[in-house]
């Protein structure tokens, strides 16, 4: 079973940026595929990205093109997903999900993180 | 983008009666290849992350209950809860993962 551990919640002021890390100890972590999903109060899943096992590709949804950053460090079974220019509408509880691995190609999202509640107020 | 549609928004059924939501995506998410659909279902409940249900649409996921069915191909999709228990009071998604962005419906809460 993967277990996905990730940051805590964090404050951040207008216009600042968040870096949420997404950590899963074990050799199977590296060849899955992380997404990232968030989730304003009340409202509905929203997916913002994905980034590859080899941490070479990534692709990110159009509306955070240019805010969003994905990125992986193997050695440690660690993703990380930076958001830049933070608006009071990026309030929300972040997932990090695992879907599909290297062999397989994506997937549905089998492994979810506990949620990194992220807020963004002056 | 494939845009994802449920109805209900919400529903309440009596405990042992059956639940029904349906799904539907604006574009197939059928894969002629490997012959499968891209779709997902998740249950969600206050405070945690998603669990994935079900997977290729009728996959169940493993240690999800007999009483959840997924069924549905192409467009169309039905997430069915056979005889609802207490504990199944949550907010249902569905996915599509056949395109990025990989999106979701807006999701339908069932209560009791």
């Known amino acids: 079973q993967v277990q996905l551990v990730q940051s805590g919640a964090d404050v951040k002021n207008p216009g600042a940026s968040v870096k949420i890390s997404c950590e899963a100890p074990?050799?199977?972590?590296?060849?899955?595929?992380v997404h990232w999903v968030r989730q304003a109060p009340g409202q509905a899943l929203e997916w913002l990205g994905v980034?590859?096992?080899?941490?070479?590709?990534?692709n990110y949804a159009q509306m955070f093109q240019g805010r969003v950053t994905m990125t992986r460090e193997t050695s440690t079974s660690t993703v990380y997903m930076e958001l830049s220019s933070l608006r009071s509408d990026d309030t929300a509880v972040y997932y990090c999900?695992?879907?599909?691995?290297?062999?397989?190609?994506?997937?549905?999202?089998?492994?979810w993180g506990q949620g990194t509640l992220v807020k963004v107020s002056s | 983008d494939i845009v994802m549609t449920q109805s209900p928004d919400s529903l309440a059924v009596s405990l042992g009666e059956r639940a029904t939501i349906s799904c539907k995506s604006s574009?197939?998410?059928?894969?002629?290849?490997?012959?499968?659909?891209?779709l997902a279902w998740y249950q969600q409940k206050p405070g945690q992350p998603p669990k994935l249900l079900f997977y290729?649409?009728?996959t169940r996921e493993s240690g999800v209950p007999d009483r959840f069915s997924g069924s549905g191909s192409g467009t169309d999709f039905t997430l069915t809860i056979s005889s609802l228990q207490a504990e199944d009071v949550a907010v249902y998604y569905c996915?599509?993962?056949?395109?990025?962005?990989?999106?979701f419906g807006p999701g339908t809460r069932v209560d009791v």
């Open positions: 290729w649409a009728s």
């Open positions: 074990g050799d199977t972590f590296i060849t899955f595929y």
């Open positions: 999900a695992t879907g599909g691995s290297s062999g397989s190609g994506f997937n549905a999202f089998e492994h």
């Open positions: 574009q197939r998410v059928f894969d002629n290849s490997n012959k499968k659909n891209f």
């Open positions: 996915q599509q993962y056949y395109n990025t962005p990989f999106t």
């Open positions: 980034i590859d096992p080899s941490g070479a590709t990534t």
